[in-house]
């Protein structure tokens, strides 16, 4: 078995491998992307850390590989809305059958937002909440108990609440630009264990002259 279909990925069994854990059709996580959850059981991130989940309201949840979340965060699906469209946001159709049969749909006056779509080799702090629709870039840092409400570029650190840019991980651009299109997190196992010395180099400029050489090699083979 490969370490990327493992439940538990260490001996501590407080973190989980997501996607072989989650069962819900609408929640769509890469390999190797874990949930931390010291506090409780990391088995029910579905139930506790995805909030609102209905399939019916048609949004998705999709995270992808190398995401690292933290114990607490909450992810808020679109069907947590109420109607924004007439004098009340009560929801009366949800609590009372004769309320249902006289008031208007509820699911299509909801406001739709879109999916929550994480990146690759995202760190999100403990407690962080993602709202819905939001799109979190690759390699983005959100930071503890951060409300997400719009979107996060890659490479981008966020805090506070509502969460606002701080900086780039890396003031050099070039070396953001050359990380998107490498896309370490796409290679097989076995490779990513070749180049651990390059993706754990604090040398930069070492990486950036990595990064160079094999997106040339890459684009000698194509032509």
Same mark, same amino acid.
């Given at each position: 078995?490969?370490?990327?279909?493992?439940?538990?990925?260490?001996?501590?069994?407080?973190?989980?491998?997501?996607?072989?854990?989650?069962?819900?059709?609408?929640?769509?996580?890469?390999?190797?992307?874990?949930?931390?959850?010291?506090?409780?059981?990391?088995?029910?991130?579905?139930?506790?850390? &995805?909030?609102?989940?209905?399939?019916?309201? /048609? =949004?998705?949840? @999709? !995270? *992808?590989?190398?995401?690292?979340? #933290?114990?607490? %965060?909450?992810?808020?699906?679109?069907?947590?809305?109420?109607?924004?469209?007439?004098?009340?946001?009560?929801?009366?159709?949800?609590?009372?059958?004769?309320?249902?049969?006289?008031?208007?749909?509820?699911?299509?006056?909801?406001?739709?937002?879109?999916?929550?779509?994480?990146?690759?080799?995202?760190?999100?702090?403990?407690?962080? &909440?993602?709202?819905?629709?939001?799109?979190? /870039? =690759?390699?983005? @840092? !959100? *930071?503890?108990?951060?409300?997400? #409400?719009?979107? %996060?570029?890659?490479?981008?650190?966020?805090?506070?609440?509502?969460?606002?840019?701080?900086?780039?991980?890396?003031?050099?651009?070039?070396?953001?630009?050359?990380?998107?299109?490498?896309?370490?997190?796409?290679?097989?196992?076995?490779?990513?264990?070749?180049?651990?010395?390059?993706?754990?180099?604090?040398?930069?400029?070492?990486?950036?002259?990595?990064?160079?050489?094999?997106?040339?090699?890459?684009?000698?083979?194509?032509?």
């Amino acid at each position: 078995m490969k370490n990327k279909d493992l439940i538990f990925p260490n001996e501590f069994k407080t973190s989980v491998y997501l996607k072989n854990v989650v069962k819900a059709k609408n929640i769509i996580i890469g390999d190797y992307t874990y949930y931390d959850c010291p506090s409780g059981n990391p088995l029910d991130f579905e139930k506790n850390n &995805v909030l609102f989940n209905y399939e019916i309201f /048609g =949004d998705k949840l @999709i !995270i *992808g590989n190398f995401t690292s979340i #933290a114990d607490g %965060v909450t992810f808020i699906m679109g069907a947590a809305n109420h109607r924004l469209n007439s004098v009340t946001t009560y929801p009366f159709n949800v609590f009372n059958e004769d309320w249902a049969k006289v008031s208007t749909p509820h699911i299509q006056d909801l406001p739709h937002k879109g999916d929550i779509v994480i990146g690759n080799d995202v760190w999100i702090g403990t407690h962080a &909440v993602i709202m819905p629709g939001v799109k979190i /870039g =690759d390699g983005a @840092i !959100i *930071g503890a108990y951060s409300v997400v #409400a719009k979107d %996060v570029p890659p490479y981008a650190i966020f805090v506070g609440n509502p969460a606002r840019f701080v900086k780039y991980r890396f003031e050099d651009q070039e070396l953001i630009a050359l990380l998107l299109q490498y896309q370490w997190w796409n290679l097989e196992e076995e490779e990513i264990t070749k180049i651990l010395p390059i993706l754990t180099n604090k040398n930069l400029s070492d990486v950036k002259q990595f990064l160079k050489e094999q997106l040339s090699k890459k684009h000698f083979k194509n032509e």
